[in-house]
C-alpha cells in the first residue's frame, strides 16, 4: 500500500476567515426561507422533482443541454468519484505543481503515479510549461488542472479553445478541468464538452453562491461521460435542503453576479494596496491572493482575529471576503509595511 495522506485541517478561531477561500456573504433571506420551508419534510428522502430541477437550473445557467450536467455533494465529491470511476492503481496521473491539495491525497490514496509539471514565477504571475504539459500528457491516464488554479491564482488553460484540444487529443485518458474559481476568472472550457468527451468540467457552488455549507457543485461533461460516471449515484445524494439552496439561488442570478462583481473588485483593490504598501503579491483570476513574505504574516494577522492560509515557508494565501476583512487585513498589515 502506497504512502497515504489526509487533508489536514484544525477549525481557525478568528472571526475573519480568510483562509479556506469562502465567500464572506450570509445567504440571503431569499435562500434561509426556501431553506427553512423544506425542514419540516425532511422524514422524507429528497424529491425528484427538486433534484431535476436543480439540474435543469445549473444547465441554463451553464448554457448546456440538462445531459450534460449532473450535481454533486460539493466539487470535492465530484473529484473524488471521477477519480475512483475514471483511474485504477497504478495509473499515471498528471498535473501542475502547486496545486489544490486533495488533488495529491486522491492520488495518493488510490496508489496513482503523480507526475507534475512545477509552475515557474514570472515577476507577479505563475505560468506553466504548456508544451511540456501537453507532451506529458501522452503518457497520462488522468490529466487533472485546477483552472484558475489554487493556490497560485493563475490561469493554465483559460478557455483556449487549441490548448484544450492539445491536451485533450494527446492525451489517452481523461482531463479534468477543475473550475471551482470559474465566476472570478470569467473563463471556462464547458462549452467544449461535446467536441472533446474526454474533457470533464468540475465546479462548486460553494465560492462565487456562498453555498459552502450546503455541499454543492457540479460538472459538465459529455451525456456518455455523465451517464457512466453518475451509475453509482442516486437522486437523493443532495439533502433537500441543500436542493433548495441550489434552486434559490440559480433562480436569482443577480444578487450573485452582484457579489462576484464585488469580490472581483475587492480583490484588484487589495492587490493594488499590497503592492503599493511593498508586498510580494501575486496576480489572480480567483477569490483569493497570493503573498510571499519571510515573516510568519499567520501570526500578526492572528493578533488581529484574522486567519490566513500558510501555503509553505513564506507563502501565504488570504481569500478576498468582503469589504470589512479585506480593510482590516489592510491595516492590519500596515504596521509591517
Ligand atoms: C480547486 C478546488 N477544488 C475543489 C474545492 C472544493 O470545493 P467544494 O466546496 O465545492 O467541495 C476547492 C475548495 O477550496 C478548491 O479550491
Known amino acids: ?82 477519480f475512483m470511476a475514471l483511474a485504477d492503481p497504478g495509473d499515471a496521473i498528471l498535473s501542475v505543481k502547486p496545486t489544490f491539495s486533495m488533488i495529491e491525497v486522491y492520488a495518493r490514496f488510490m496508489g496513482l503515479d503523480m507526475v507534475t509539471v512545477p509552475l515557474q514565477e514570472n515577476d507577479d504571475e505563475w505560468t506553466v510549461d504548456m508544451n511540456l504539459l501537453i507532451e506529458l500528457a501522452k503518457n497520462a491516464h488522468l490529466v487533472v488542472l485546477v483552472d484558475p488554479n489554487n493556490p497560485t491564482g493563475n490561469a493554465i488553460i483559460k478557455g483556449d479553445r487549441k490548448i484544450l484540444e492539445a491536451i485533450a487529443l494527446n492525451t489517452k485518458g481523461f482531463v479534468i478541468v477543475d473550475e471551482t474559481y470559474y465566476e472570478f476568472s470569467g473563463y471556462s472550457v464547458a462549452r467544449y464538452v461535446n467536441e472533446y468527451p474526454n474533457v470533464i468540467v468540475v465546479r462548486s457552488m460553494s465560492k462565487a453562491f456562498c453555498l459552502a455549507g450546503f455541499r454543492l457543485g457540479y460538472i459538465i461533461a459529455d451525456k456518455s461521460v455523465i451517464d457512466s460516471v453518475t451509475k453509482v449515484l442516486t437522486p437523493f445524494d443532495i439533502p433537500t435542503p441543500s436542493l433548495a439552496a441550489g434552486i434559490a439561488a440559480l433562480e436569482n442570478l443577480d444578487y450573485h453576479l452582484k457579489i462576484i462583481e464585488k469580490i472581483k473588485q475587492l480583490r484588484d483593490y487589495l492587490y493594488s494596496e499590497l503592492k503599493r504598501m511593498g508586498f510580494k503579491v501575486y496576480r489572480s483570476y480567483a477569490n483569493f491572493l497570493l503573498i510571499r513574505d519571510d515573516r510568519r504574516l499567520d501570526s500578526h494577522l492572528k493578533k488581529f482575529g484574522i486567519a490566513i492560509k500558510r501555503i509553505a515557508q513564506d507563502l501565504y494565501r488570504v481569500s478576498i471576503g468582503n469589504e470589512d476583512s479585506v480593510k482590516l487585513f489592510i491595516e492590519s498589515l500596515r504596521e509591517l509595511a
Open 1 to 82: 500500500m502506497l504512502e497515504s495522506q489526509n487533508y489536514r485541517y484544525e477549525e481557525a478561531e478568528e472571526p475573519y476567515r480568510m483562509h479556506l477561500n469562502e465567500c464572506l456573504y450570509n445567504p440571503p433571506e431569499h435562500i434561509i426561507k426556501a431553506v427553512t420551508s423544506t425542514l419540516s419534510q425532511c422524514n422524507y428522502y429528497p424529491n425528484l422533482h427538486m433534484f431535476n430541477r436543480f439540474r435543469l437550473l445549473l444547465a441554463e445557467y451553464n448554457k448546456v443541454s440538462i445531459d450534460n450536467v449532473y450535481p454533486f455533494l460539493g466539487a470535492d465529491n465530484a473529484l473524488r468519484t471521477l
